[in-house]
């Protein structure tokens, strides 16, 4: 287990505290509509953190071709119509770029600054020069209104229970999913950016927005800046 990270309930947890399990009942919700709108239709898509495939798959039903990649062979087993590719984002190595790189489920926030700079480079590496980087942000009070929790209307409850300081600008968040059936729980470190400590972020790997596709800002377009 990844230090900081914690999960518990039935099933295989991964390195972060994702349960397989947990992830494989959760729906899509909007978002693969929102990458849809985003994009060009039949777009080359890598999905960098595509879990089970909750995204992947809505995707490939409307037309699009998905390279998924995962750290956790787990989670992978689970996507089915997509080329997959199991290993961390960070170190991915290919000799191809794509229309579409898309990184959701808040990675882009995770704890280990380092690592976020190294996820952001893969996402530059792997654009190509008229392509796009979607990215998901947590919204802008993720770390502060809480406790709080949702009651999805396939029947189960989400709560965010709380987000602790534990090291400079990084918060322990601890989050539950009650089922009829089951119960799980993650522990996660998660660092809160500023939209101008986003953005300042993206530049740094040679990204910038092109336009919040979202009200609350949680979905992004980045696009590639030109090289002199």
């Given at each position: 287990?990844?230090?900081?990270?914690?999960?518990?309930?039935?099933?295989?947890?991964?390195?972060?505290?994702?349960?397989?399990?947990?992830?494989?009942?959760?729906?899509?919700?909007?978002?693969?509509?929102?990458?849809?709108?985003?994009?060009?239709?039949?777009?080359?898509?890598?999905?960098?953190?595509?879990?089970?495939?909750?995204?992947?798959?809505?995707?490939?039903?409307?037309?699009?071709?998905?390279?998924?990649v995962d750290e956790?062979?787990?989670?992978?087993?689970?996507?089915?119509?997509?080329?997959?590719?199991?290993?961390?984002?960070?170190?991915?190595?290919?000799?191809?770029?794509?229309?579409?790189?898309?990184m959701a489920s808040f990675l882009v926030h995770t704890g280990d600054a380092e690592v976020r700079r190294g996820l952001l480079r893969t996402c530059a590496r792997y654009v190509a020069d008229d392509g796009c980087v979607l990215i998901q942000r947590e919204g802008a009070d993720y770390h502060t209104d809480l406790p709080r929790e949702r009651v999805d209307p396939s029947g189960f409850t989400v709560r965010i229970v709380s987000a602790d300081p534990v090291a400079d600008g990084v918060n322990s968040v601890r989050a539950e999913y009650e089922f009829p059936d089951a119960v799980w729980t993650q522990t996660f470190l998660a660092r809160p950016l500023t939209k101008e400590q986003f953005e300042q972020a993206l530049a740094e790997a040679g990204l910038r927005v092109d336009r919040y596709l979202t009200d609350d800002g949680t979905w992004v377009r980045a696009i590639p800046v030109p090289q002199e």
């Open positions: 287990m990844r230090e900081g990270h914690q999960g518990t309930g039935p099933g295989a947890i991964t390195p972060d505290g994702c349960a397989v399990e947990l992830y494989s009942r959760l729906p899509a919700g909007p978002e693969p509509g929102i990458v849809a709108a985003a994009v060009p239709g039949g777009a080359r898509i890598l999905e960098l953190g595509s879990g089970v495939g909750r995204m992947t798959h809505p995707l490939l039903e409307r037309g699009f071709s998905v390279t998924a956790s062979a787990e989670m992978l087993a689970h996507v089915r119509g997509a080329r997959t590719i199991c290993g961390p984002i960070e170190h991915l190595d290919l000799d191809e770029r794509f229309d579409v790189v898309m």
